[in-house]
C-alpha cells in the first residue's frame, strides 16, 4: 500500500513540476473528449426520438376525393375488422382543415384564402399493441393500402426509418470522428510526458545507478498519463452538462414529439468516457516510455 | 567479492579504454584505483555496474557474472552497491532528505522507517538537521558527504566511489576518505578511484595502478 501511495505522490510531483504542460494537455483532452462525448449526445437522443415514434402505433388512411358514402362505410367496416385494428376514427376533410387551422394558431388566417380544400379526408387507425412490430405493421399497411378507395397510408415507422438512417450517418461519423480524436488524446499525452521524461533525465538515470527497476521508474509516469485522461475526460463530461442545460434541455421539440424528452448521457457513457479517457492516458504514457526511456 | 579475468572494453571508433585487465577484490576490503586521466579507472567502474558490457574477459560480482547478465537483473545488482560520485550526482529538486531516501524508497521500505534511517544516516555522516535543505544550499563537502549517506544507506555489499574528492580540498579530502573508511570496517568492501597523490602517498590500502587501459601494478 505505501508503495502505491509512494508512486501517486511520485506522480503528483511530476504534475506538480510541469503543472503547465499538464494543465494545457489535460485542456486539451478535454476539448477532444467533449467533441466526441458531443457526438454520443446527439446519437443517445436521436435514438430516443427513434425509440419514441415507433412506439406510436397509429397509422393514418388517406382517403381518396369523392367517396361516396356507402363506400366510405365499406372502407370503414373492412378497415375495423383488420386483425391488429384496436379503434378507428374518421376525419373529413373539414376537419382536416380545421384541426390545421387549430394547430397553425394564429397563422390559421393563412389558410382563409384557399379557394378548395386540399386536404384528404382520413381514417385514424390505433393498432393493438401485439402488433407493434415492424413486420406486423408492414402487413397491416399493406391490406390497408389494397382497400378500395385508399390512396395513401401512412406510419410512424416511415420517418423513423429515414431518421435511422440519418442515426447510422452519425453514428459512423463518430466512430471516425472518434477515432482521429482518440489518436489525438494519445498523440498529446505522448508528447506531454516525453517532454516530463526529457526533463527529468538526469533524475532517471540517477535513479536507475541507485538500482531502480524500470517499472519502479515507469508507473509515477503512466499514473500521471492516466491521471491526465481521467481529469481530462471528466472536464469534458462537466462541459458536456454545461451544454447540455445551457442548450439541448430548452430545445422544444415539434409537435408529436412533445412527449420525448431529450436527455443527457446514460450514468454506463459518461462511466465510458471517463475510463476512455484513463486508458487514453495509460496507452498514451506507454508509447511515450517505450520511445523515450531507454534500458 | 569482485573478479575480473582478461577484461576489455574497446568503444566503436576509439581505442581499448581498458585492455586485458584481471584484479581481484576480496569481501571487506579497501582498495584505491589509482592513474592518470584516461587511465580507464571510471571505464572499471561503469563496467562493475553494467552501465557498460564487456567487449572481452569476465566479471564477477558477489558470484554473479555480468557478462551473461540480462538487462532485468541489473537493478538488483545495482541495489548491492552504493555508488559516489566526483559530481555528486544530486538531485536538485529533492531536498537531502529525499535524495538519502531514494534508494530505501526503491527497496520498498516503509516511510517510517525510512525517516528513522534517513536520520540515522544523516547523523553519521555529520549532515544533522540539514535535511530539508536542497543540494545547492549546500557546500561541495556537504554535497558529498549527502552523496555518501546516499551511497551507505542501503547497507550495501560494495562501494563504488569515482573521484570521490575530486572537487574538494585535502582536509575536505582526507574526511571523506575517512568517512569511506568508516563505512568499510562497517563490512562494505569499497573501491575508490583517485589521481589524488596526497591521499594515495598516505595510505595503507592497496592500490591498483592503471595507465592507458592497462593495468601497471
Not at chain 1, 380544400?117 to 399497411?141: C, H, M, Q, W, Y
Not at chain 1, 538500482?211 to 462537466?238: K, T
Not at chain 1, 434541455?249 to 457513457?269: D, M, R, T, W
Request: with cysteine; net charge positive.
Amino acid at each position: 500500500m505505501h508503495r502505491l501511495v509512494y508512486f501517486i505522490r511520485a506522480a503528483l510531483n511530476n504534475i506538480s513540476q510541469n503543472l503547465l504542460v499538464n494543465l494545457v494537455s489535460t485542456g486539451t483532452i478535454a476539448i477532444a473528449l467533449l467533441i466526441l462525448s458531443g457526438f454520443f449526445l446527439v446519437q443517445v437522443n436521436l435514438q430516443n426520438v427513434i425509440r419514441a415514434s415507433a412506439q406510436d402505433l397509429a397509422v393514418t388512411v388517406y382517403l381518396k376525393d369523392g367517396l361516396s358514402p356507402a363506400a366510405l362505410d365499406r372502407l370503414k367496416k373492412e378497415a375495423a375488422g383488420l386483425a391488429g385494428t384496436a379503434s378507428l376514427r374518421y376525419v373529413s376533410k373539414e376537419e382536416a382543415l380545421a384541426e390545421l387551422k387549430s394547430r397553425l394558431g394564429d397563422q390559421g388566417a393563412l389558410l382563409e384564402g384557399l379557394e378548395e380544400n386540399p386536404l384528404p379526408a382520413s381514417l385514424e387507425l390505433t393498432l393493438n399493441p401485439e402488433f407493434g412490430d415492424k413486420e406486423a405493421v408492414k402487413k397491416i399497411r399493406n391490406k390497408l393500402q389494397r382497400l378500395e378507395g385508399v390512396d395513401d397510408v401512412v406510419y410512424a415507422w416511415d420517418w423513423a426509418e429515414k431518421l435511422a438512417v440519418f442515426v447510422d450517418f452519425v453514428r459512423l461519423a463518430s466512430l471516425v470522428v472518434g477515432g482521429l480524436l482518440f489518436l489525438a488524446v494519445v498523440f498529446i499525452i505522448a508528447n506531454t510526458i516525453r517532454l516530463t521524461v526529457l526533463a527529468r533525465r538526469e533524475e532517471l538515470y540517477i535513479m536507475r545507478l541507485m538500482g531502480a527497476s524500470e517499472s519502479f521508474i515507469r508507473l509515477p509516469f503512466l499514473i500521471e498519463g492516466v491521471l491526465q485522461g481521467f481529469f481530462g475526460a471528466l472536464a469534458a463530461l462537466a462541459g458536456l452538462l454545461v451544454f447540455y442545460y445551457a442548450l439541448v434541455a430548452q430545445i422544444e421539440l415539434p409537435f408529436g414529439l412533445a412527449q420525448v424528452k431529450l436527455i443527457f448521457l446514460p450514468p454506463f457513457l459518461s462511466w465510458f468516457l471517463v475510463a476512455a479517457g484513463a486508458v487514453l492516458g495509460f496507452l498514451g504514457t506507454l508509447i511515450s516510455l517505450g520511445r523515450f526511456i531507454e534500458t | 567479492m569482485i573478479k575480473m579475468f582478461d577484461v576489455t572494453k574497446v568503444y566503436p571508433n576509439g581505442p581499448a579504454a581498458l585492455a586485458g585487465v584481471s584484479l581481484e577484490v576480496s569481501k571487506g576490503q579497501f582498495v584505491f584505483l589509482a592513474g592518470p586521466s584516461g587511465a580507464g579507472k571510471t571505464t572499471l567502474i561503469r563496467l562493475i555496474l553494467c552501465e557498460e558490457r564487456v567487449t572481452g574477459g569476465q566479471i564477477l560480482v558477489d558470484g554473479m557474472n555480468l557478462r551473461r547478465m540480462p538487462a532485468r537483473r541489473i537493478p538488483a545488482l545495482r541495489r548491492k552497491i552504493g555508488v559516489i560520485f566526483q559530481d555528486f550526482k544530486l538531485i536538485p529538486t529533492r531536498t537531502v532528505f529525499q535524495n538519502v531516501a531514494l534508494r530505501l524508497e526503491i527497496e520498498g521500505a516503509k516511510p517510517g522507517y525510512i525517516a528513522k534511517k534517513v536520520r540515522y544516516i544523516l547523523k553519521r555522516v555529520g549532515l544533522e538537521g540539514r535535511d530539508q535543505a536542497y543540494p545547492l544550499q549546500l557546500s561541495g563537502g556537504e554535497q558529498q558527504r549527502v552523496a555518501i549517506a546516499r551511497a551507505m544507506i542501503g547497507d550495501p555489499l560494495i562501494i563504488l566511489a569515482d573521484e570521490p574528492t575530486g572537487n574538494l580540498d585535502l582536509g575536505l579530502a582526507m574526511s571523506i576518505i575517512r568517512l569511506l573508511e568508516e563505512i568499510n570496517r562497517n563490512g562494505a568492501t569499497v573501491i575508490t578511484a583517485t589521481h589524488n597523490q596526497e591521499i594515495l602517498a598516505e595510505t595503507r590500502h592497496p592500490i591498483i595502478y592503471l595507465d592507458r587501459g592497462r593495468r601497471v601494478s
